[in-house]
């Protein structure tokens, strides 16, 4: 009875597909969520959109800037329905990693919680893409694409800046 192997040829296949698709999906559609940016009372957020922890030091972490006082803060970063990082440390930037594992290529989920000096509560939810390797979004995505070392000192989003990856894109 041949069944055994024909289960196991199915779910390699299912594999090989459910890879392709990844894979394609964050080609095709990484960055088209728009980076976030705020501003309230003062206060300014502004949220990357992709990051590429590959140890370049470009680029490497993936958080929220804020310019000005906040009372609470919470990030939380998921990939599909398992959390992988979270923080109420707005000084605190995710590395990619989930616990010992390598950054995994993919399109996150965070959900970000503010609390604003006058008790005004901001909750966000977008995601975001960690690319390992930048050429798989050039050169059509790279342009929608915004990575933290565009966000101004001053927390605006500067389009016109060196993302810092292009040399992948050559």
Known sequence: ?????????????????????RQNRIENSCCQ???????????LLAVPNAFT???????????????GAITHFNLKIKRGLKKVFESDDPLEWWD???G??????????????????????LRFDSHFCLIIEPAHICPDEAF????????????????LLNTGEEAFCQ
């Open 1 to 21: 009875m041949n069944l055994p192997t024909v289960k196991y040829n199915i779910i390699f296949w299912l594999c090989i597909l459910c890879t392709a698709c």
């Open 33 to 43: 969520d728009s980076a976030f940016q705020f501003t309230y009372q003062g206060v």
């Open 53 to 67: 922890p590959n140890g370049d030091q470009i680029n490497d972490r993936f958080g929220v800037k804020i310019i």
């Open 96 to 98: 990619g990693k989930d």
């Open 100 to 121: 010992d594992s390598d950054p995994r290529e993919d399109i996150y989920k965070y959900d970000l919680e503010i609390e604003f000096e006058d008790g005004k509560e």
């Open 144 to 159: 929608s694409c915004i990575f933290s070392n565009q966000i101004q000192a001053d927390g605006i989003i500067n389009t």
